[in-house]
């Protein structure tokens, strides 16, 4: 079945090669509907190589990539991300970052890839090292115009309104003041407050993108990173709690979103979701690792000190010549580097969100969105 299914991957992108290689614009439309992307490190697929920010922001480097890419891509793997999975099961080619150098009009009719890691809702989330939604929502609407352009107004509207979008955000907008900055909103707002300022955001971007033409989406909660080991090793007294600061934060959020998408579901027409519950798939593993094939569910594959909990990977903080322990088996771990999943934690969640139940990823999932038309 496996074989069977791998052929058939391979005549469908030998066929799209061959079809955006040719100069008729007919030949750059395609039925499959499309996936756009927006998000942060757990979606980027390589934007933030095309940025100036620090190395920490960056993972192209090895042993990111090492899994199925065998070099780096910019994606915070050891291989694949969510998106790269839901794009196969949706029989589309991988969606690529939006700033790679050799986009064409050919590859967007499929969807583009605009996420970066250490990405916010908030202006103030990593200002100026990172590519944040509003950024995003921008970008995404110049891809609209040169699909007007190239295709036409009626052709891109048809992409458009049948693609799907998806979009994990919020996490490092309630990390970053805690870990890495002294907010003055965070510090002069109330935990509630400061909340309602992030869904203000992106619910900004969720209805702008409703505008253009988009219909169908799709959203990740926040997941347990209050228990990613980063957060395990803050508290050096007692390694192994999760960071609760952070959880109090991701809590709330994740609390208030399913009521924020559903009072977009009553606002605007046409307006049809997914949301998977991310942090219980997230925290089920962390604390439950054999049931779901881990030997490792709060150890990283790569990094340094307790639990390898410090961001050593690849040298991505101090640089190649900072040293870093790198796990044997990648198979066994549920994060690959102290906050980030490995290849095969990710396609354990996307499976989740494209065919799981509505308890799971509801009131549709990502399988079923696609099939709309």
Not at 223 to 248: E, M, W
Request: aromatic content about 12%; hydrophobic content about 35%.
């Amino acid at each position: 079945m496996q074989n069977s299914r791998s052929l058939v991957l391979i005549i469908f992108f030998v066929h799209t090669i061959v079809s955006i290689n040719c100069k008729d614009k007919t030949d750059l439309v395609t039925n499959q509907a499309a996936l756009f992307v927006f998000g942060d490190s757990l979606f980027d697929a390589g934007n933030n190589n095309y940025i100036d920010t620090f190395s920490r922001f960056k993972s192209n480097i090895w042993p990111y990539g090492q899994t199925t890419f065998k070099s780096p891509t910019g994606r915070i793997s050891d291989g694949r991300l969510i998106p790269d999975f839901l794009a196969e099961y949706a029989w589309l080619p991988l969606i690529p970052p939006n700033l790679q150098p050799s986009n064409g009009n050919n590859q967007f009719t499929f969807g583009v890839n605009f996420a970066s890691g250490g990405a916010g809702a908030l202006v103030g989330t990593f200002p100026g090292m990172v590519i944040g939604l509003g950024t995003q929502l921008n970008n995404f609407k110049n891809v609209v115009r040169r699909l007007r352009s190239e295709l036409g107004d009626s052709e891109a509207e048809r992409i458009i309104s049948r693609a799907v979008y998806l979009f994990h955000i919020g996490g490092n907008d309630y990390v970053y003041p805690i870990l890495f900055a002294n907010s003055s909103t965070f510090q002069s707002s109330s935990k509630e407050k400061f909340s309602d300022f992030v869904f203000g955001n992106i619910t900004t971007v969720i209805e702008e993108v409703y505008k253009v033409g988009g219909r169908k989406f799709g959203f990740l909660n926040i997941g347990a990173y209050d228990c990613a080991p980063a957060s395990l090793i803050i508290d050096r007294t007692n390694i192994g709690s999760c960071f609760k600061p952070i959880t109090d934060l991701i809590n709330l959020h994740n609390k208030k979103l399913p009521n924020v998408l559903k009072l977009l579901e009553r606002d605007l027409s046409g307006f049809k979701y997914a949301l998977h519950d991310y942090h219980t798939s997230l925290s089920e593993r962390i604390n439950n690792p054999l049931k779901y094939g881990f030997k490792e569910g709060k150890k990283a594959c790569c990094g340094t000190g307790p639990l390898r909990g410090i961001n050593t990977c690849g040298g991505r903080v101090l640089g190649q010549s900072q040293g870093y322990e790198l796990c044997e088996n990648v198979t066994e771990y549920l994060f690959f580097d102290s906050f980030h999943l490995t290849e095969k934690a990710h396609r354990q969640i996307a499976e989740l969100i494209w065919s799981g139940p509505s308890n799971v990823t509801g009131p549709y999932n990502l399988k079923t969105l696609f099939e709309l038309k």
